[in-house]
C-alpha cells in the first residue's frame, strides 16, 4: 500500500537558518505530493503542493520538488523564523476510496522548533 | 470566507456517555471526511462522505459512526467512548474525487474522555 515516510523530529534551529525536512514516499501510480503544516492547537493547513513529477510547490518561503526518480518531496526554506514552530506534515493522495474522493496519506509529521 | 468549521474546539465527556461532534462548511465540496489524530501521529482516516455516500475505512471500530444531512453539515457520533477515543478529531472537505484536489481542514475538536 502507500506510505510516507518523513524525518523524526523535532528539528530545532536558530532564526534564519536554512530549513530541509526529508519526505519519501511509496505509491501506485501518480500520486499528488502535499505538505500540511499543524501550528499547535489547530486543524492541518495545505502548505504547498505538486501533482506530478519535477513540479515544484512554493508557499510563504518553502518549496519542494516533486522527484518521481528519487520518490522524494522535500520541503526547504531558505531563512526559517520563529513562527514557522509547528508540526509538518508530508502526505500524498491516491483517489482510491471508493465511491469518489481521494485518500491522503500522512507522514508521521516532523516537529519543526525555531529560536531566536 | 469560506471555512470548514468545528465545533465544539473542546470536548470532555464521561466513559461510555456518547458524544456528538458537528463540522459545518462553506466551500459547497461534495466530499467530507472525518479523521481522529492523537497525540504525536499522523491523522487516520475514519471515513468519508461522498455526497450522501457513506464509506467506512475497514480499521474503524463500529463505536463510531457519521451523519451528513444535507451538503453542509457532517457529525461525528462516538456511541460510548472510551479512554482510547481521546483524541483530536479533524473534519476535511474535498470539492473533486481526484487525487490533486487538496483537503481542506477545519479546526479540530479535541475530545477528551474521563
Known amino acids: 500500500g502507500d506510505s510516507v515516510t518523513q524525518m523524526e523530529g523535532p528539528v530545532t534551529l536558530s532564526e534564519e537558518a536554512f530549513l530541509t525536512i526529508n519526505c519519501t514516499y511509496t505509491?501506485?501510480?501518480?500520486?499528488?505530493l502535499f505538505w500540511y503544516v499543524q501550528y499547535p492547537g489547530e486543524g492541518l493547513q495545505l502548505l504547498l503542493k505538486?501533482?506530478?513529477?519535477?513540479d515544484k510547490g512554493s508557499n510563504k518561503g518553502f518549496e519542494a520538488t516533486y522527484r518521481k526518480e528519487t520518490t522524494s518531496f522535500h520541503l526547504e526554506k531558505g531563512s526559517v523564523q520563529v513562527s514557522d514552530s509547528a508540526v509538518y506534515f508530508c502526505?500524498?493522495?491516491?483517489?482510491?476510496?471508493?465511491?469518489?474522493?481521494?485518500?491522503?496519506?500522512f507522514g508521521t509529521g516532523t516537529q519543526l522548533k525555531v529560536e531566536l | 470566507d469560506a471555512m470548514v468549521i468545528q465545533n465544539p474546539r473542546y470536548q470532555v465527556t464521561q466513559f461510555g456517555k456518547p458524544v456528538t461532534l458537528s463540522c459545518s462548511q462553506t466551500?459547497?465540496?461534495?466530499?467530507m471526511y472525518w479523521y481522529q489524530q492523537k497525540s504525536s501521529q499522523a491523522p487516520k482516516l475514519l471515513f468519508h462522505?461522498?455526497?450522501?455516500?457513506?464509506?467506512n475505512e475497514a480499521d474503524t471500530p463500529d463505536n463510531f459512526q457519521s451523519r451528513r444531512p444535507n451538503t453542509s453539515f457532517c457529525f461525528l457520533d462516538i456511541r460510548s467512548p472510551g479512554l482510547g477515543d481521546a483524541a483530536m478529531y479533524l473534519c476535511?472537505?474535498?470539492?473533486?474525487?481526484?487525487?490533486?484536489?487538496?483537503?481542506?481542514f477545519g479546526n479540530g475538536t479535541r475530545l477528551t474522555v474521563t
Open positions: 476535511a472537505t474535498s470539492r473533486e474525487r481526484r487525487g490533486n484536489s487538496p483537503l481542506h
Open positions: 505509491a501506485t501510480g501518480y500520486p499528488s
Open positions: 505538486a501533482t506530478k513529477a519535477d
Open positions: 502526505a500524498l493522495s491516491s483517489s482510491g476510496l471508493t465511491g469518489g474522493g481521494n485518500k491522503l496519506t
Open positions: 466551500l459547497n465540496h461534495n466530499v
Open positions: 462522505y461522498y455526497d450522501k455516500d457513506f464509506n
